[in-house]
C-alpha cells in the first residue's frame, strides 16, 4: 500500500489540513484513500506520534536522541496497539492508499523505527516548512494560548531558550532523518506561504494525490473554536494572556480570557489596527542569517529553487 505521513511542521495549517481529511474521511475511503480513525486525536494521529515521541522516547529533545526509548526499556514499535492496527490495515491492502497526518512526526529523533516497521510498502514524506521567523512567532503564540501549556516567558526569553536547541528550526536536520530513513525519493516539500496563496483546500488535495472526482465533492469543515483559537492574535492580546499564565489565572477564567482576546484581535484586524510588533524581534533576524545556508541548501535539494 501507498503510504502517506504528513509529517507537519506545525503552524502550517496542519489543523485545517487534519479537520478536512477527517471529515471527509468516508468519502475518501469510498475513493480508495484511508484516513484512518485508528491512533485519532484531535483529528490527527497525534496517539501514533506522540505514542514514538513519549513511550519511546524519540524525540530530537532528548539527551540521547536515537537509542533514548530502547536504553530505558520502553516497548518497540512493534508492541505498540496503535501502529499494530496501522501495519495490519497496510498489509491488508485494500485501498489505494492511506495518509496519516500529525505534526508530532517533526521532532521525531529517529523515523528508521517507522520505515523498518513499514517495510515492504511505499511511504511518502508530505512537508510543509515555513519561515523560520514567521514560524517561530506563531508557534510561540500558540504555546501561550494553549491551555496545557501556557507559556509564561516573554517572546524574548522564549526565543533565548530556542536558540540553545536549533533543532526546533533546523529544517534541514529535519528532512535529513527522514531522508535518511526513507531515502530522497520519499520526500515531498513545500514552503507553506505559497501553498497558502494557492490556497490550503487545493494544495492539500494536489499534494496528497486526491483525484479530481472526490475533490470535486469534499466538504469545508466549518471553523470551529478548536481551530479559531490556534490562529494569531494581536501581540498586545497575547500579553494579556501571558500575564495570565504569570498570575496562574485559574484555566475557566483563562478559556474566558482567551475567547474574548480572541474577538478583540479580530474586531482589529477588522479595523486595520492589529498589533504585530512582537515579532519584530532582533534575535528572529539573527536566527534567519544563522539558517541561511542551510535554507539554499533545502531550496536546491528539496524544493525545487523556492526559498524560504
Known amino acids: 500500500m501507498k503510504i502517506k505521513l504528513h509529517i507537519g511542521t506545525h503552524k502550517t495549517g496542519t489543523t485545517f489540513t487534519q479537520n478536512f481529511l477527517y471529515h471527509n474521511r468516508e468519502l475518501l475511503a469510498s475513493k480508495g484513500i484511508l484516513y484512518p480513525t485508528v ?32 536504553e530505558l526499556g520502553h516497548s518497540k514499535i512493534s508492541e505498540i496497539a496503535e501502529w499494530k492496527q496501522i501495519k495490519s490495515i497496510a498489509d491488508a491492502n485494500q485501498f489505494r492508499s492511506m495518509i ?22 511505499e511511504v511518502e514524506i508530505v512537508v510543509y516548512l515555513r519561515r523560520q521567523d514567521s514560524y517561530l512567532a506563531s508557534l510561540y503564540q500558540t504555546l501561550v494560548s494553549d491551555y496545557p501549556i501556557r507559556a509564561r516567558a516573554t517572546f524574548s526569553e522564549w ?18 532523518r527522514w531522508e535518511g530513513a526513507f531515502g530522497a525519493g520519499a520526500i515531498n516539500a ?3 506561504e505559497v501553498e497558502r496563496a494557492k490556497g490550503l483546500e487545493k494544495s492539500v488535495c494536489e499534494n496528497l494525490e486526491i483525484p479530481i ?15 479559531k483559537r490556534r490562529e494569531s492574535i494581536d501581540w498586545r492580546c497575547l500579553e494579556m494572556l501571558r500575564l495570565a499564565n504569570v498570575g496562574n489565572l485559574e484555566i475557566a477564567k483563562f478559556k474566558n480570557l482567551h475567547r474574548l482576546v480572541v474577538e478583540v484581535s479580530d474586531a482589529l484586524r477588522s479595523q486595520g489596527k492589529i498589533d504585530a510588533a512582537g515579532a519584530n524581534n532582533e534575535m528572529l533576524t539573527q536566527i534567519m542569517h544563522s539558517v541561511t545556508a542551510s535554507n539554499n541548501n533545502i531550496s536546491h535539494r528539496y524544493l525545487r529553487g523556492l526559498s524560504l
Open 213 to 227: 472526482e472526490a475533490r470535486n465533492l469534499m466538504m469545508r469543515p466549518q471553523s470551529g473554536w478548536g481551530q
Open 39 to 70: 491512533g485519532i486525536a484531535e483529528n490527527a494521529h497525534h496517539i501514533l506520534g506522540g505514542r514514538l515521541i513519549h513511550d519511546l522516547h524519540l524525540t530530537v529533545f532528548s539527551r540521547s536522541r536515537r537509542t533514548a526509548g530502547r
Open 159 to 176: 526565543l533565548q531558550d530556542v536558540t540553545h536547541n536549533g533543532q526546533i528550526y533546523d529544517y534541514e536536520a529535519l528532512l535529513g
Open 190 to 192: 513545500f514552503v507553506f
Open 100 to 121: 496519516l497526518s500529525t505534526e508530532q512526526f517533526e521532532w521525531l529523533s529517529d523515523p528508521s523505527v517507522i520505515a523498518d516497521f513499514l517495510a515492504g510498502h
